[in-house]
């Protein structure tokens, strides 16, 4: 039974670790020691205290710990925060337990404590209860200027009231399919599938349609609008070639982004096949071209590179932009959130050097590779030049007091997404 009992604690994917009441850690399993960033030979003759205590992001973890060693309590369920000696910083739920033995072996009694990484998970909850909080102030903004911008139609010199009702309404309608793809799939929980703070603007938008009708046929548009998004489909999986795809997103892109002299390169090593929804690979290598585009400066380039390696495809979208800073890479994956001020991005048109997102993008992305099983990756660094996040690039490399080349800029900084995809049998 001991050995049968050993093989399943060495076997399990959550941490586990024995501590006897002196404090020493008298056993621990290849899971506990990868998710803590602590050697096997480190626990010999040492308490938990040495190990742990130097770091104070690690209170919560030890007063766990100190609860059932000290004070003969334990703990169904816990979640707290650790800091690894590398200084990677895990969301841990922590469970806590009594060892039993027999009165003759008291010695080898003590506390067991199971744990399991839940980071992503948190990352995801709070991804969620920011969308929530988020987008009820980035659908609040567009329609108090559409609101405002209707009183003034009855003007006869209105075309700058009508473009602000359209870019507005386009700004409205990208947030409402962006949150749409996200709620779609099923990602929140079911008493989420229709968002009450949608339906009270609908109950809003009617109102405004009885109290003003002269505004009629605009409010009836905006109203079809969010009962469409509020629909939910289901998306198809097809035996995907993804070359086809690439290039059609990449034309389009360069059309959009006309405007402007951001070169766009394609190295594509093959034609492979994946499972996904086509849509989804489209949609999500615009994202990211997008958004490629947009922290680029003109005069720079952008490389969209596909390759093979076994058992999966690599899918790559290489700028020469001004980068990340290492505060955001932190939270660029948990959804709504912005480097600069949103006021901002509202000035600016789509591929816009500096136009950003609503930060639902890269949320969106995420969530599609847990659905459809494809690994998002980012590699970033930012400008040397403007280290901190307040710091503006010109947006022409010519302009740049700094580089005197595109070879040079390229070097000062740049982003790379990575998107892994599995390889269809």
Known sequence: MENISS????????????????????????????????????IKNKTYSQLFMNEPENDAFNDLLLDGIQNGETRLYGEVRFMRRDGCCLDLGVTTSFLRTEPADEEKAGIVVVFKNITEFKALDRARRRVL???????????????????????????????????????????????EDIVKQGT??????KLPWLEHTLDFVQLLEEEKPVHTEALRFLRTRIEDFISISKSKLLDVRMGKHIQKVVDSARELSSHRSVTILTRLKGD??????????????????????????????????LWHQ?????????????GITEESQKHIFGGFYHSLETDLYSTKKPFDFGAGGKGLELLRIKIFGDIYHFQVEC???????????????????????????????AQSGGTAFKLIFLEAL
């Open 7 to 42: 093989a399943i604690i060495e076997s399990m994917s959550d941490g586990l670790i024995v501590l006897d009441f002196h404090g020493h850690i008298t056993r621990m399993n290849p899971a506990a020691s990868e998710l803590l960033g602590i050697k096997m030979q480190e």
């Open 133 to 179: 909080d988020h987008l009820s102030h980035e659908l609040k903004t567009p329609l108090s200027i559409i609101l405002a911008s209707l009183k003034r139609l009855e003007s006869s010199e209105n075309d700058r009231s009508l473009e602000r009702i359209r870019r507005n309404l386009e700004r409205l309608q990208d947030i409402q399919r962006e949150v």
């Open 188 to 193: 929140f929980e079911e008493t989420h599938d």
């Open 272 to 305: 492979y096949r994946t499972m996904i929804d086509p849509d989804v690979l489209e949609n999500t290598l615009m994202s990211l071209l997008k958004n490629a585009i947009e922290n680029t400066p003109d005069g720079g380039e952008i490389v969209i590179s």
């Open 310 to 322: 076994p058992g999966s495809i690599v899918l790559e979208i290489k700028d020469s932009g001004v």
């Open 379 to 409: 590699e970033s660094t930012r400008c040397q030049y403007i280290p901190r996040e307040n710091d503006s690039c010109p947006g022409v490399i010519a302009k740049c007091l700094h580089v005197h080349s595109k070879e040079q800029c």
